[in-house]
């Protein structure tokens, strides 16, 4: 069964850096665009970034300049670095992968199951 594991959410202090992991197992012919999300208490889950397969990326502007997207296709990994914290940053983050896992198959969405950033003041 296909299944996206985050780890390395916690709580860090205003300033401080995480290192978000994401690994897709399973049966993968391939895995095309990677991201996260996030969703904080009472609002609405946003992208935060994106990575396609060949590399590209893009963020979202709140996050610019401070987070960092990257991907090893070998291990379909994808990690987001998260640097200069803040409290407005605390979310529960997921990753997500578009994903086809026969060579006939359409690609579709996958979802990790989340995991907590708490950003203290």
């Known amino acids: 069964q296909l299944q996206l594991v985050e780890s390395g959410g916690g709580l860090v202090q205003a300033g401080g850096s995480l290192r978000l992991s994401c690994a897709a197992s399973?049966?993968?012919?391939?895995?095309?665009?990677m991201g996260w999300y996030r969703q904080a208490p009472g609002k609405q889950r946003e992208l935060v970034a994106g990575?396609?397969?060949?590399?590209?990326?893009n963020y979202a502007d709140s996050v610019k300049g401070r987070f960092t997207t990257s991907r090893d296709n070998a291990k379909n990994t994808v990690y987001l670095q998260m640097n200069s914290l803040k409290p407005e940053d605390t979310a529960v983050y997921y990753c997500?992968?578009?994903?086809?896992?026969?060579?006939?198959?359409?690609?579709?969405?996958?979802w990790g199951q989340g995991t907590q950033v708490t950003v203290s003041s």
């Open positions: 399973g049966t993968i012919f391939r895995i095309n665009a």
């Open positions: 990575i396609t397969s060949g590399g590209t990326t």
């Open positions: 997500n992968a578009e994903i086809k896992t026969r060579y006939w198959m359409r690609e579709y969405d996958y």
